[in-house]
Each structure stands twice: as structure tokens, then as C-alpha cells.
């Protein structure tokens, strides 16, 4: 079983980009082909499915960029990858994208065909939310490649063969394999097998080529991975005897899951605190970008919270000052962290970090607390969705407003019952909440919904510091927001097609801001 990890799926990715599920994600399935073609790509077909999401949204949020970006093997957070098209064409690879009638039915898949002079390789995947992703297929074998393993691929004409001279090497004690039928035998594992033995693979007659590539996540994934537990209730007894603040639980979590030290995991945190926080402060300068709906009007609130232009509520007017300023920066392609996704970006770190700094906190403390929130997101993704195309805004936004409430209540120095409470208040306030970017865009009504998340993630989190009941256990409510998202109709889920994303006013700024872009490319 696969174990979601607090910085792989939750904390992460350090990316540029208005989408995680678009962009991110695009960018780290380009990677994986980039590899599998040696670097060497000539042309490029991409298929979307018409009743998927990516039809209508791939070019607006990010797909096209991040796909190119990782073509040409570049990281998530690259500064080129603005112009990722243009840098595509420089390297002379043509591109045809195509909406066509796909098998798989994940509103987010990528049908991707490569070729050169020598080779042509088929890659199917899904952007499964917060910018992870799944392959689901190679060349016509079925499998399932997250990127968190070094995989080598070994195309042979007699699989067994090629099997029989990996059990007399030993090697299969380090590597999980999967052989036929099919083109390969496909091994994953925490490196790349040893360059000896690769070159005696390439003098089998029966081996025909061999690829490897390389991960695209940042903690990696052993073989047969152990977690101490993987649902609240679990958690609650793999503690009963330790008493165990929730902060130490996710370190103990991580730290098991990705085979790392406990050290190495607040080291990580502590990267992603610092990425936030200069988030905060660059947004909180002003941003620029052309290709975008909303200024950055964080300055302003920051400037009339100043000058106590603004109703009194200090902790809260922080709060909105930093999701904001933490949005303008995603949507001007700057550096941000999706945490849980991009189009979430500013609740939980925005809740988190103005608390902190109102409470005049330490670094250490926050960094807990993202660990806290990150601990959280580990239920949602093992048990739900982070991704808006299958569940809605509650997905994206209240999943944020979840960890929040949680980290926001252990800032507090509160017990760790009370931190799942709040995170089940928020979660259960924001149930069937759903997506419709105005003009295609990740911006509106995106920045206002990461605010109410973050609001209510700081209520929440007072409730729970007040003993409120929140009745509904926190399992059972991410397994409700599951249930609930399927029954939102796809308009309503990040297609552009339902809700403010299709009326009036939206459909003339999505136009003008074509024309703009029309313009811009004569």
C-alpha cells in the first residue's frame, strides 16, 4: 500500500503556477517523460477527454506550461517556466494537443504520445490533486508509478529471461518488480540498479533498451513502507500509552514513512516555513503579472490595517492580509508552496503564520504547527481527495480550513483532542463547497474562498479551545466529503462550465483577457 507523505502530498510542491493539479502536476508527468525519452523528444501528442476537466481548463491554469516545462526536464518552481511554450519550440519539439474520447475516466488525465527518429513511447496519467499524480500506464502495460521511486524499465522480447537473470543477481531483495505480460520488467526502489549490472542487462540478446527515470517527489518511498497508523482512530490508540503531542505523532508518522530522520523531517519543515514566510513578504510588497484578474491588493489592506482604517480584529485582519498577499504571489508566478494545493495556497499558511506572528511565536512553534496541519492532510489524501476536479472546493479549500483549524488550536498549546475537534468543526462547515474560477482563472472567487477558509478555521479552532462538541468524528466527516464530492455535477468541479465561472460578467473577462493574449502573441 502507498502512504501518503506530509511533503509530498500535503506540504508541497514548491512550485510556480496558478494550479497544482494542473500545473504541478503537468510539469512532473513531463518530467517522467522526458525521461523515458532519454531527453531526446522530436514531437509531442497530448489527448485530454472531452468530459474531463482539462478539455476546457488546461491552457488558462497551467497544463500546456507545466507540461512543457517538464519535457524539458525543468524543477516545479523553475522561473522560466512562464515561457515554457517558447523554450519548447527553441529546443525544436513540436507539440498537437487534441480533445478525444480517452479510456480512463479520472477527470484529470493526460494521454501522452512521444517520438524521435529511433523510438515512440505512450505515457497515460492522472493529476490526482495537490500536484501529486498517478501512472497509470506505458506503452500499453498497465501499472502505477507515483514518482517516488527510482524506476528502471527493461524492454525485452522474453520477459523471462530477464527475470531469471535478476533472481541469480540477488537484487530483487531491494527492488519491487513487475513483469508482463507486457513490453518490460519495470523495477522500483530507492536507487537506480548498479551501473555493472545495468551494462550486463543491455548484453542480454533478449533486452532491447532500458530506461530509467528518475523520482519526482521529494521523499521517497521504500519498499513494503510502514506507518504507525493511517486514520484518526488509529492514531488515537497507536498513542494511548505514549501521550504523544500531534506535532510528535506527524514527526513519528513521517519520519517511519519515508524512512528519514526525525531531525530531517522538522529540517523540511522548516524549509517550508521559510518559503511561506517570504511569500507572505513578497506579496505584502506588491505584485506584478500581466496575465491575471486581480491586482494585489493586499498592500492596500496592509496599509488601512496600518492606519487603523479597518474594523478592530487584529488576528483575523492579519490572517486576511496573509492569504492574500500569499494568493497574489501564486497568481503572479511567483514562488509558493501548495499546501494542500496551489489554488488553496493562502488559507493554511495564511491562518497558520498570522497566528503565529500575532501570538508573537517562534519559528520552532510553527514549524510544529505546519506539522500539525501536514498530519491532518495525511488523513485527507489517504482516505479522500485534495483535488477539486473530483471533489469540489471542499477539497481544495476546506481541506486547508481543516489543517488550519488543527494547527491554529496546538499553537495554543491546547491538547491534541481538541485540534481534531476544531479540524472536524471546519471540515464539516465546508462540505459541498465548489469550484468555479471566474475568467478560467485561479484567482476569484479563489482568494475569497481561501479567506472564509482561513475565518473559519481560526473559529473553529476557538470553539474547540472552548470545549464545543463537534459530535461527527473526523474520519467519518473526511469519509462524508468524499462521498459528497462525487455527487457534485463535473460543471461544479473545476471544468469552467458551471457556477460564477460561467456567468455574464465571467465569460467578458474570460474574453478580454483572450483577446489580450491574442494580441500579445502577433
Known sequence: MSYPSIFNDVLGPVMRGPSSSHCAAALRIGRIC????????STIEIDFDPDGSLATTHKDQGSDMGLFGGFLGWEADDERLVHSEIHLGAAGIQYKITIKELESKHPNTYQITLSNPWEQHQVIANSTGGGM????????????????KY??????????????YLEQTGVLEDFDVIAGPGKFVMLTGLSFLETTLLEELKELDAVSQIKQLKPVLP???????????????????????KNLSLWELALKYESMRGNISEEEV?????????????????GLKGTEFEDRILGPQSVNFKSMMEGKKLIDADVLNRIIMYVSAIMEVKSSMGVIVAAPTAGSCGAMPGAVLGVADSLGLSEEETNKALLVAGLIGVFIAAHSTFAAEVGGCQAECGSGSTMAAAAIVSLAGASLKQSIAAASMA??????????????????PCLNKNVMAASNALSCANMALANYDHLIPLDEVIETMYAVGKSIPNTLRCTNLGGLSITKTAKEIESRLEQKQFFKSC
Request: aromatic content about 4%; some cysteine; hydrophobic content about 45%.
Open 34 to 41: 522526458h525521461d523515458l525519452m532519454d531527453g531526446r523528444i
Open 151 to 164: 524506476v528502471t524499465l527493461i524492454y525485452a522480447n522474453d520477459l523471462a529471461i530477464v527475470n531469471h
Open 133 to 148: 499524480i498517478e501512472v497509470i500506464e506505458i506503452d500499453g502495460v498497465p501499472i502505477s508509478l507515483a514518482g517516488d
Open 266 to 282: 522538522l529540517s523540511k519543515a522548516n524549509s517550508i516555513r521559510i518559503i511561506l514566510k517570504n511569500a507572505v513578504e513578497t
Open 427 to 444: 471540515l464539516q462547515s465546508s462540505l459541498g463547497m465548489i469550484c468555479d474560477p471566474i475568467g478560467n482563472r485561479v484567482e476569484a
Open 219 to 241: 521523499i521517497l518511498a521504500s519498499k513494503n513502507p510502514k506507518v504507525p497508523f493511517i486514520t484518526c482512530d488509529e492514531m488515537f490508540a497507536y498513542n494511548e500509552d
